[in-house]
T-cell receptor
């Protein structure tokens, strides 16, 4: 069964460093998403991406965040200058284009720890 | 008012019983409703989705939607210890693709 994959599973970084989280969406999906979950809190939407551009973003997704589809299979989230409060699980998700089948399937997540 | 409200639990039921999980939402224009299960330290896993008022059944799971009351529920029949997890309600808002998750209800199924 096709699944979303994410690398790395755990990333430790120093405050102020840049990190790139990587995702490989399900192959026939064209909508991609990033969510995050701070420990003990709810899952929060960050951004959605379609047709090589951001289609929707939340207040959390400020100028320190960016997304990119560098090739035909990968989807990345970059955090330019990490803060302690960026420590969280980051989930990538993907879905088909049609609204009637836009169920989002989540990857296993990347645990980001900012020291 | 929170966008999505769920009782945090824990909801404790004996094995074999019916577990009833409830969710209310504030966006009256929401059209799609998703239930995800999340085990501790893992990612959300889709259980069911529902678009229309009424009931939708899939195996041991039944989702119920009442748009007039802005209420969606999930029933789990013949609950198993492996069903012990946090259940997340996630409406998709008007004209949006983003899911707005509730804080989830923690279910404990006692053997």
């Amino acid at each position: 069964e096709p699944e979303v994959t994410q690398t790395p599973s755990h990333q430790v970084t120093q405050m102020g460093q840049e990190v790139i989280l990587r995702c490989v969406p399900i192959s026939n999906h064209l909508y991609f998403y990033w969510y995050r979950q701070i420990l003990g809190q709810k899952v929060e939407f960050l951004v959605s991406f379609y047709n090589n551009e951001i289609s929707e973003k939340s207040e959390i997704f400020d100028d320190q965040f960016s997304v990119e589809r560098p090739d035909g299979s990968n989807f990345t989230l970059k955090i330019r200058s990490t803060k302690l409060e960026d420590s969280a699980m980051y989930f990538c998700a993907s879905s088909e284009v049609r609204a009637s089948t836009d169920t989002q399937y989540f990857g296993p997540g990347t645990r980001l720890t900012v020291l | 008012q929170k966008e999505v409200e769920q009782n945090s639990g824990p909801l404790s039921v004996p094995e074999g019983a019916i577990a009833s999980l409830n969710c209310t939402y504030s966006d009256r224009g929401s059209q799609s409703f998703f239930w995800y299960r999340q085990y501790s330290g893992k990612s959300p896993e889709l259980i069911m989705f529902i678009y229309s008022n009424g009931d939708k059944e899939d195996g041991r799971f039944t989702a119920q939607l009442n748009k007039a009351s802005q209420y969606v529920s999930l029933l789990i029949r013949d609950s198993q210890p492996s069903d012990s997890a946090t259940y997340l309600c996630a409406p998709r808002g008007t004209g949006r693709r983003a899911l707005t998750f509730g804080s989830g209800t923690r279910l404990q199924v006692q053997p």
